[in-house]
């Protein structure tokens, strides 16, 4: 009797589980990077980046509709921006690798919840509805939610509706049927934000433990948010441009680091330096670059591995012929000097495979005789691959601590702002992931989209366009009910006109130049 009361209790929880992953939909936005907000009765400060709480309202009063109130709302990541401090130096510590303590950070919280009442009201309300449920992914810009004291202010903050939402500090989310795994995305590869413990996020002592700053903590604060006083549009560029449009319009003296040591980011750190990378990867068979050559060849190979179409050349180049670079190729190891070939290599690939074609905006550098395999020994599948390599990882970690024990179906992150996916990947002959980039649940501009609103003003003017003019595309991932295994779709809240709707890709026309 024993026994069949076992079994028919494992076959309830069995049933559940079923019914969980055939009922519920599971939908993933993030990066809505809920800032400092507005100075008084004067408007919107120019580093608060989410000031869409209409279209947030909208969105999900049509997940409702769509969903039956029966959804999990995973923000995976950056729900707040807490690295744009209004006390000057609030943070700072001798080690600038350490960043805010408990009490520094529920301050910068208490003010971030305070001027986004409305947009947390929002969320709050869709919470209560059904059996609608708010899950909050940590993220880099916000990895201060593992302090308990702000955990406590931001639960508090939703009021009746605090039961329905949850601060997911394992670092990741995982749903209930152990199928699908959301995080934030920084630990991926060799990302500047990658923290050293994640999900630990503090450094020092217990007693007195501080956030890890991380390199790209440390370049917001120096580049992004001085800048951003000036021109509010330089963190919405997607791909990294917001860097090449803020120095084509100040220059590499406007940065308040060494020129060198931002040109070395820049280069060797930053997204274009992982430009293989976004396009897929390092190959199986690596070229042979002549780095003893490339040396000998002198400085000029800073500026000549920036493409002539990247607003940062002239600015650089203008650097190196008047002596303030302050960077030599000395500076460089041997493994960076290859990294940056191997991007001036994917992307010359890149722009010579159909012929005819225009001419190269990049030029490759000196090889031995072993180089020149072509564009896909060299990045293959490579975004793939640095997701890949994290899912193998994520779930090492998932098995040593007893979180499931099979390998899950679909894995989803942001970070990057750009939406991509859903993609099919293979591990090994026993196991395939979906993998997909739910992008930023903001206002992003590409470069190629920026040109268009360019009308012929220069950088500088570009810059204070208003948010406003950027395509209203919310990108999001959808898993609906299944049975047998979790099948994503990338969809977009689009609007236009006032009039919002889900669409299944963001057409986005400029406005017309006056």
């Not at 943070?91 to 600038?96: A, F, G, I, R, T």
């Not at 006032?498 to 006056?514: F, I, R, V």
């Amino acid at each position: 009797m024993k026994r069949l009361t076992l079994m028919l209790l494992v076959a309830l929880v069995l049933s559940d589980d079923l019914e969980a992953s055939s009922t519920r939909h599971t939908v993933i936005i993030s990066d809505l990077h809920f800032g400092v907000g507005k100075r008084g009765g004067d408007g919107w400060l120019p580093t608060e980046d989410f000031r869409w709480t209409a279209d947030l309202n909208a969105f999900l009063d049509q997940l409702s509709v769509e969903t039956g109130n029966s959804v999990d709302l995973v923000i995976a990541g950056d729900l707040f921006e807490l690295w744009q401090p209004l006390v000057k130096d609030d943070c700072e510590q001798p080690n600038h690798n350490l960043g805010c303590s408990e009490s520094e950070a529920k301050l910068r919280i208490t003010r971030v919840l305070g001027e986004h009442r409305n947009d947390i009201d929002v969320l709050a309300g869709f919470a209560k509805r059904g059996s609608n449920r708010l899950e909050i992914v940590p993220g880099n810009h916000d990895s201060a939610l593992f302090f308990a004291d702000v955990q406590q202010a931001v639960i508090a903050a939703f009021g009746d509706a605090a039961p329905r939402v949850q601060i997911v500090t394992t670092g990741y989310w995982l749903s209930e049927d152990r199928k699908i795994v959301v995080e934030h995305g920084q630990q991926i590869g060799r990302d500047v934000n990658r923290f050293d413990r994640w999900p630990d996020p503090f450094l020092g002592p217990a007693t007195a433990w501080r956030l890890q700053k991380t390199w790209g903590e440390q370049f917001v604060q120096s580049f992004y948010n001085q800048y951003e006083e000036r021109y509010p549009l330089i963190d919405n560029i997607g791909d990294d441009g917001g860097i090449a449009y803020g120095l084509a319009a100040e220059g590499l003296r406007g940065i308040p680091m060494a020129a060198g040591k931002f040109l070395r980011f820049y280069l060797a750190g930053s997204s274009w330096a992982q430009f293989s990378a976004s396009l897929g990867g390092a190959g199986d068979a690596p070229l042979e670059w002549d780095v003893e050559r490339i040396r000998a060849e002198g400085d000029v190979f800073f500026y000549e591995s920036i493409p002539t179409d990247d607003p940062l050349r002239p600015v650089a180049q203008a650097a190196y012929l008047d002596g303030t670079l302050g960077l030599t190729l000395s500076d460089l190891s041997a493994e960076e000097i290859r990294s940056i070939c191997d991007s001036r290599l994917a992307l010359f690939e890149l722009q010579t495979a159909p012929d005819p074609h225009p001419p190269p905006t990049i030029s490759r550098c000196s090889s031995t005789a072993g180089a020149g395999a072509g564009l896909q020994a060299i990045i293959g599948p490579a975004r793939e691959k640095l997701v890949k390599d994290r899912a193998v990882e994520l779930l090492k970690l998932l098995r040593e601590t007893k979180a499931l024990t099979m390998p899950f179906d679909l894995y989803v992150y942001g970070h990057t702002h750009s939406a991509w996916g859903p993609k099919p990947i293979e591990v090994d002959s026993s196991w395939t992931f979906g993998a997909a980039n739910c992008g930023a649940w903001q206002r992003i501009v590409t470069p190629p989209q920026l040109k268009q609103l360019e009308c012929g003003r220069p950088a500088a003017d570009v810059l204070r366009s208003s948010l406003d003019r950027l395509p209203a595309c919310y990108p999001l991932i959808w898993v609906k009910p299944y049975t047998a295994k979790p099948s994503a779709a990338l969809a977009y809240w689009v609007v236009a006109n006032g009039n919002g709707s889900l669409a299944a890709s963001c057409s986005w026309t400029a406005p017309a130049c006056h």
